[in-house]
Each structure stands twice: as structure tokens, then as C-alpha cells.
């Protein structure tokens, strides 16, 4: 299967609805159609990495460095998608005589830094919910203010600073071939907001998933260079040769459980039943 990822283009079309409909021809019925984007995590905050290289651990024995990953791995492949986004938009001015009042456009006005959400079931392990709250506590902690980085201020970072706390998302919206993109942000200066602690509240008896919402505020920005980037990440996500390669055809997937099996060790004993059953003599058998 080729994977020659690009833009979406404009497609030409005709006028067909005045009068008789022409439903003959479905070319022009082809509707933009929603529901397919993916969230690439472009960098980590420094201070979280540096507690990664130096082995700190959370209050329950974790890592950070497998913290970090499975948060990766939530946001890259189980966010529902990103919420927050807002439409570019004009201001007009009125032009008047002091009778008849006429608008023109006076500025155009588009999404500065703003608030953005992400939707997800959470893990057992709460492992978003303890990235957020280790995050939070490090930038400052709750019940000083003081900016601590959980302890790497004077061992291993010595000079704190906003460039040391943000992630950078990538968020790409792409057609139904998952291959063509609609539209591109590059979400910059990510800091998140909450650590939906209030997960942990639970009724006797009432048993069921929970769903969380990651809270972050961003600075977007969009355009021909970000649209070029996510053309090169949405290609690598085809071409890399790791488990978190994008497969489109099911047909080609290795699933994990196949691997069990690659060299015939299956059965009962993990002997390969085709050879120690004999099911000639089994169906010749008389009830």
C-alpha cells in the first residue's frame, strides 16, 4: 500500500442542485467528513526528562521514565481529540452618512493563546492523572508556592524557567483516507492546567470506567511550514518499522498474539495438536 501522505486539495465542483437534482451524479456529494485526527507529542518538558535520566520515582515505587511513556502513549494513541479550537473571525466598522449605516471590515482576528481539552478513558494506575499531579507539583508546590521541579532544582537543573515546563503537540485532522490532511496545528507552550484528582471518589457498589479530561492551555499555529512538518510526521508514523506504526489494512497487522506461535509452539503442553492428535481416527469413532 503506498503511502504518499500530503494535503487535501480543493475539489472542482459543478452546479448541480438548481432546479432538477442530478443524483446521477455522485461526484458532488462528497462531504468533508469528521472523526479522523491524531495528537503527535513533539517534546516533553525538560524537567520531567531530567527526572526520567535520573531515576526519581513516585511516592508508589513508579518510575518517572514509565510515566512519561504511558502518558505519551495515551496522548498519541487514545485521545478522542482536541477541544478548543476557535474560528477565525473579523471585527467591522460602521460606515455612516448619520442616516443609513453600512459595515466593512475593519481587522481579522485569530486564536491567540487559549484553553484546550482531550478526552480519555482512564488506565488502571491512573497514570494520567499522576502525570498531571506530578507535573503541577513540580512547577509549584500546593501548599508553598515554591517552584521545586520535585526536587531537581540543584540536582540537575540549576536555573528555572517556562522553557523548562511545556510540552509541544502536534494536532493533524486528516480526510477518511487517513493519509490526505485538512488542517495542521502545531500546539506550542503546552502547560496543563488540572489533575483530575477528583477521580478517586467512589460509591459502594457503583462500578464502572472512568472517563477524564485533560486540561492544557496552548499557543497554536498553523500555516504552510506547520502544514509541511505534519506531512513529515504523519509519513513517519507509515514508514517506521516499530509498534507504534500506523496500519491501515487490518489485513496486514501483526497482532501481539500472533507471536506466541511464529515457530508452531501451540497445543496443549505447547505441542502442536495437528501432530499429536489423531482426528482421522477420532471421526471413525462410533457413538
Known amino acids: 500500500m503506498a503511502y504518499d501522505v500530503g494535503m487535501k486539495q480543493v475539489r472542482q465542483i459543478t452546479p448541480m442542485l438548481r432546479g432538477v437534482p442530478d443524483f446521477s451524479n455522485i461526484s458532488q456529494f462528497n462531504q468533508y467528513e469528521t472523526g479522523y485526527q491524531y495528537v503527535i507529542v513533539c517534546s516533553v518538558p ?80 491512573t497514570p494520567i492523572i499522576k502525570l498531571c499531579e506530578y507535573y503541577l507539583r513540580g512547577i509549584k508546590d500546593p501548599r508553598t508556592q515554591a517552584k521545586t521541579y520535585n526536587g531537581l532544582l540543584g540536582d540537575g537543573i540549576d536555573v528555572p524557567g517556562f522553557e523548562k515546563e511545556v510540552f509541544t503537540f502536534m494536532y493533524i485532522n486528516t480526510d ?5 490532511i485538512e488542517k495542521a496545528y502545531l500546539l506550542t507552550n503546552v502547560q496543563l492546567t488540572k489533575a483530575e484528582t477528583t477521580i478517586y ?7 464502572a470506567n472512568k472517563e477524564i479530561t485533560l486540561e492544557f492551555n496552548a499557543f497554536p499555529i498553523d500555516g504552510a511550514q506547520v502544514d509541511e512538518l505534519a506531512q513529515r510526521m504523519l509519513s513517519k508514523l507509515y514508514t517506521r518499522t516499530d509498534a507504534t506504526k500506523l496500519v491501515l489494512n487490518s489485513n496486514d497487522y501483526d497482532y501481539f498474539v500472533l507471536d506466541r506461535y511464529k515457530n508452531d509452539d501451540y497445543g496443549y503442553n505447547k505441542e502442536n495438536t495437528a501432530y499429536t492428535v489423531d482426528y482421522k481416527r477420532l471421526d471413525d469413532q462410533k457413538v
Open 46 to 125: 525538560t524537567f520531567l526528562t531530567t527526572a526520567a535520566k535520573k531515576g526519581y520515582k513516585l511516592s508508589d515505587g513508579s518510575s518517572v521514565e514509565t510515566l512519561i511513556n504511558n502518558f505519551v502513549n495515551a496522548i498519541e494513541q487514545e485521545s478522542k481529540g482536541v477541544s478548543g479550537f476557535e474560528d477565525l473571525q473579523s471585527e467591522s466598522m460602521d460606515i455612516t452618512d448619520g442616516i443609513t449605516t453600512i459595515n466593512a471590515i475593519q481587522k481579522v482576528t485569530q486564536q491567540g493563546g487559549g484553553s484546550f481539552s482531550m478526552s480519555f478513558y482512564e488506565k488502571s494506575g
Open 176 to 180: 477518511n483516507t487517513c493519509k490526505r
Open 201 to 207: 471518589e467512589a460509591t459502594k457498589g457503583d462500578i
